[in-house]
């Protein structure tokens, strides 16, 4: 459990970018506690990776402030770059020398001895997987293969806070998968992960805490179940065996759907612990046995099209939402 005490790795409040007319970032805020996944999710131009540029040096917002590893942006960006690593959306690879040679250039843009240099390529390149390929030149390397050695390029410096601007675009399914492992693997180490994605399936997965960037705005902010609760279809689905206790369940519950054929009753239901133990509580008090109880909720997709499409969500829990 993230200790609530310890400084933030990323502490943004107030970020705005405009270019001309269009405004890109409309004052948002971002929290992001150390050693943890927070992903930013939005369409196509909502800002994404002009929040990662702003975060990580490589532009500056028109206002803000922004804290990266304790570090003022604004007063110290040289404290923030020390602390940070950046794998953007186009691998930074060299294809034309091979994958060591790459490292080994990373390595004394690091300013690391020649020696500790060699070490470092040397554990990054085994632990990615590299070593075999490691001596070929990385033009020859697959899709997979570059972003893991992208990836540990990013890492020579061994930064504590990275930023991972759709980092899976273009991979086939193994290998996004093979990326999900290091990723987990970089947290497991205390790593904070700042996370970009197109694909859904991926936050879900990986990420302690989600938001939804829509028209310059965060849309809602949550963990991915909270996230799932504010989209309406949520349902808890009661299977019976006994006609006897179907027939009682759907006679004493309201704004319920039956299926007598299959003996099944459908509620509406967000999903959460407190309206759970109360469809529970009731069955016991009832002395009403349901063979079994499943719930089903919305997905991330749900909420996606929900908060990007311009409709309304309704119910927004405060403590989800910000």
Known sequence: MTNPNRTPAIAATGLRKAYGDKLVLDGIDIHVPTGTVYSLLGPNGAGKTTAVKILSTLITGDAGDIRIAGHDLAADPQAVRAAIGVTGQFSAVDGLITGEENMLLMADLHHLSKAEGRRTAAELLERFDLVEAAKKPAQSYSGGMKRRLDIAMTLVGNPRIIFLDEPTTGLDPRSRHNMWGIIRELVSDGVTVFLTTQYLEEADELADRIAVLNDGKIAA??????????????????????????????????????????????????????????????????DIEADELTVHTPDLDDVFFALTSGSTVPNQPKEAVR
């Not at 949550?222 to 996230?227: I, K, M, R, S, V």
């Not at 509620?267 to 133990?277: A, F, H």
């Open 221 to 286: 902010e949550g963990t991915a179940d909270e996230l799932k609760r504010l989209i309406p279809g949520g349902h808890v689905r009661l299977r019976f065996q006994d006609p006897d206790a179907y027939q009682s369940a759907a006679g004493a519950l309201r704004d319920i759907t039956r299926d007598d054929e299959s003996l099944t009753l459908q509620i509406p239901s967000d999903g959460s612990q407190r309206e759970l133990r109360s469809i529970l509580d009731w069955l016991d008090s009832a």
